[in-house]
């Protein structure tokens, strides 16, 4: 399983930015995808998942500011992110998990298994 990042980079506070995941290892097979980040000193933090074809589930800290969504194909995970905060600023890493035999995603950040290399977002 390889999981590929893009689209991170520097952006003033208020600005929107999109990243972007492409998954390939996992066939036809529905799996779970999710963005998380690790700022400076603090632990990494989910930032967004779902199952594929399901809804996106978000943490606190981004709610009603970042969308995730799944691009034309299914192992693409995009990340918009709007009203960019300082507190914003981290590398993002795209992961995926496929370990539960039913249609749900892990909760804990260490149960997720497949890891990309990360972006950095840099928020001034």
């Known amino acids: 399983v390889q999981l590929v990042e893009s689209g991170g980079g520097s952006v003033t506070v208020g600005g929107p930015l999109t990243l972007s995941c492409v998954v390939s290892g996992f066939g036809e097979k529905d799996f779970c995808i999710g963005w998380f980040r690790q700022g400076p000193g603090t632990a990494r933090e989910r930032v967004a998942s779902?199952?594929?074809?399901?809804?996106?589930y978000y943490g606190d800290s981004v709610k009603g500011r970042f969308t995730a969504s799944q691009g034309s194909a299914k192992n693409t995970l995009l990340l918009r992110m709007d009203d960019l905060k300082s507190d914003d600023t981290a590398s993002y890493y795209c992961?995926?998990?496929?370990?539960?035999?039913?249609?749900?995603?892990?909760?804990?950040?260490?149960?997720?298994?497949?890891w990309g290399q990360g972006t950095q977002v840099t928020v001034s």
């Open positions: 992961a995926a998990f496929a370990g539960y035999s039913w249609k749900a995603c892990p909760t804990n950040v260490g149960t997720w298994n497949h």
């Open positions: 779902m199952y594929t074809g399901g809804r996106a």
